[in-house]
């Protein structure tokens, strides 16, 4: 019988097929590196919109409000963004 994953030989009563029951292990910590690299360069944005912001406006209440959330913001949809880039490739 062949893995209809990746076309490997595997013994007809095997459940999981050893190649990508291996390859999975490898590849959930891919997926995890992915995040992290995307809420990196997500962050690093943030940030950089948060210096433009504040060349221009004076750390006034609203702009505290802006200052705390945009990092946040990008640095989640970085995150999110790297995961599914990553979980993709796997696949
Ligand atoms: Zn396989």
Redesign the pocket.
Known sequence: MK?S??G?E?PADAIY?P??TGERETSDAEVKLGGVKGGTIGLAIGLAIVTVILNYYDLERGIKAIVLIVPVATFTTGLIIGLVKAKREWK
């Open positions: 893995c994953k990746c490997e595997v097929c190649r990508c």
